[in-house]
């Protein structure tokens, strides 16, 4: 393919922006998206009531969110313990919530998964990529899914298939397309390389 | 007139074939000599007599094979089906238009009798006859649209109008041109035509879309889309790439007649009228070089089309393997000579 050409359906990140027409604010990070969330807090400050969640891993900011954020930090452990505090919370939101996400791939297209079934829309998400360009990738024959891919082939958890990686990204499975590689000369692999490191 | 369905497989042993007339029917899709994406769209009206366009869908001498195929692709893989909960009265349109349209158009194939809100339907060719109740499910041994999507030729795409596009939020495809239901379903308009090339460049999706959020009810639209594809096989999906790809390999100069085959689908577009979704009906025909070679302005005109293909749609359509040897077997037919403009055979 040419110059130019690229799949429509793969998602652009942006960096976290406040919005400032909204009645609150909830600002979901994991690992190094707490820098993407101190980033926010060098923005003008919103009038409205902010919550952050914070899970920390191996980058910590915790130390330094809480000496930024003036209320309504919670720091957790863990991916998991986010996106249960997260179900917790949103009962209580109401309507002109703005929600922004920081973390990798994975973590944000989780989050995206839990705020759908409280009727939030994918696109009215705030979302910045930290931390790696690890991909999801959904088997199309197998239909598992396989986490953390960063090379531009990847093995199948379910089938074992070598798969190619497609920038044909599925919001509903939150997923990249994997296709098996050697279909039309089985064996013959090219190069694997990490190119999503 | 009542139809002789044919016996035939469109997998393993292949023995799918067209007789005289379903080649002489076959929707040869270029009227030009040279092919690029356009918005092709033009109004569903009723077709000449014999013609793939007569009636609103068309049933053909390979009915009761597809519907065969259709089952066996369904049991293998439940996941050629699939309907977000959301669709459920779109569901319900669906029903109504299909089975309206083949008791309306084939009468004695298909019959539909309704008591109010009670219909029976029967469809003779697959010998199936069902009393229900208009609009609830628990009346049919499946959901409304699996029910009768089993019972009709080709794929279907339930799109959810809403935000200014359309969602592929309901789908029964197992015929269709490598691309995965499982994984389109729920994208936007947008994002499901992403892997196409130079379509959004020429501006043709956006444009398409503009037209089909006008749609209204009562006026459909349809358009003629193609590529090649290797065996007379309808599932050509990229669940199944291990077992059809590799086909690719086996073409060479002595069996490329037999074997390549042109792929049309006759794509119709429909506006429902209580869920204001609209229906996406991907309709494919297939006809082997052979059998266009017949026609020799086809033949021509497949040659011309071929030997001037942009080299992006040569490897989107998968012919990046036999393509130069398409073209040679082609050009014995191709004497130069100028053809008007249009699609007819002779």
Known sequence: ?197 | MALNFKKETFREDYTYSNSDAAIKRFPFPFPEDQYMYSVNIEPHTKGKQGSVCEFTFDIDEHYVAECIDKKITLEQDPGRYQALPHMMDAQWDFVELTMGALAQDYPEHFTLQKQGLIWTWENKPLGIKDTFTFGDTSTLAAEPFDYIGRQLQGDFVLLDHRDETLYADAGIVTSQADWSLAFNVGMSWREWHGPVPRATELGVMDRALKYLLNLQIGSPVRRLNWTMTVNPRLDTSPENYPHWGSDRNTVNAENIGDLVHLRVELQTLFRLPRSNAIVFSIRCYLINLKDIAIYPCWAKRLHRVQKTMHPDLIEYKGMTKFHPMMVDWLAKFDDGETLAIGTQPE
Request: charged share 20%; hydrophobic share 40%.
């Open chain 1, 1 to 197: 393919m040419e110059r130019g050409y690229w799949i429509k359906s793969k998602p652009v990140y942006n960096a976290l922006v406040w919005h400032e027409k909204a009645t609150a604010h909830l600002v979901l990070a994991q690992n190094q998206g707490g820098l993407a969330v101190l980033k926010l807090f060098q923005q003008m400050q919103p009038q409205q009531p902010v919550t952050v969640i914070y899970a920390q891993h191996d980058t910590d900011y915790a130390k330094t969110l809480k000496k930024v954020v003036p209320d309504g930090l919670d720091v957790v452990s863990s991916e998991q313990e986010l996106l249960v505090s997260l179900k917790n919370i949103m009962p209580s939101m109401r309507m002109g919530l703005r929600v922004y996400v920081a973390g990798s791939e994975g973590f944000i297209w989780s989050v995206a998964e839990v705020l759908k079934t409280f009727g939030v829309e994918e696109a009215d998400i705030m979302k910045e990529l930290t931390d790696t360009l690890a991909r999801t990738i959904y088997c199309v024959h197998c239909k598992a899914i396989t986490h953390n891919i960063t090379t531009n082939i990847g093995k199948c958890s379910g089938c074992a298939r070598m798969l190619f990686v497609r920038d044909h990204f599925s919001r509903h499975l939150g997923a990249y397309m994997g296709l098996m590689i050697d279909a039309e000369s089985p064996g013959e692999l090219p190069e694997i390389e990490e190119i999503y490191p």
